[in-house]
């Protein structure tokens, strides 16, 4: 599912326009990208957590030349399943 098809599924699902659907998608996803880049975590209960990982600085290999480079330290979104959706895939 892209998020095409995702905004015209909230939109038959909750009896709104598309435009709105589109609207409510962004903010929720806005909402979630603000939160995680102040280094909060987001729960939705049934859902899952949406939270900041820290990545360590290591050294890594150029494929091409072999050569090693330095790759820097990086926060990282990470997502861990509720029990409820892990629950429902089975």
Known sequence: MNKTELIEHIAKQADISKAAAGRALEALVGGIRA?????????????????????AARVGRNPRTGASIKIKAARV??????????????
């Open 35 to 55: 939160s995680l880049k102040k280094g909060n975590s987001v729960t939705l209960v049934g859902f899952g957590t949406f939270a900041v990982g820290r990545r």
């Open 77 to 90: 979104p990470k997502f861990r399943p509720g029990k409820a959706l892990k629950d429902s895939l089975n």
